[in-house]
């Protein structure tokens, strides 16, 4: 039995939103999907959780680059600041429509990050980054 993962999708595009939540959807009853419009949103969604602890932690976090208010970098920026203790088991993703060098370069520098996934996502993709056959 696979147990189920926690994903959250940094994410202001209400397209990619749908399919995203249609494809995890899809993909079985294997996730519990937040959303958050913008990385300031995502990063005081995690202090919140990590202060409160109310809610558990994500799995996985598909983040795209370009958002208004705070983009992906920004997020990240922000997120290696949170406590290692809280975040060292959460597998980020840089989903994005964006085919530059320099944004697949600068994924790599994050060891937080696994992988720079271009878009469209798929049913696919997210069995094989949850590691479900």
Known sequence: MTTRKNVLVVDDDPVFKLIARKLFERSGDFFEVTFAENGL??????????????????DIILLDIEMPIMNGWGFMEEFVKLPAENTRDISVYTVSSSIAQEDKNKTASYPQIKAYITKPLTVDIIKSIAGIP
Do not use: K, V, Y
């Open 41 to 58: 949103e995502a990063i005081e969604l995690l202090r919140t959780t990590i202060e409160g602890q109310t809610s558990p932690l994500p």
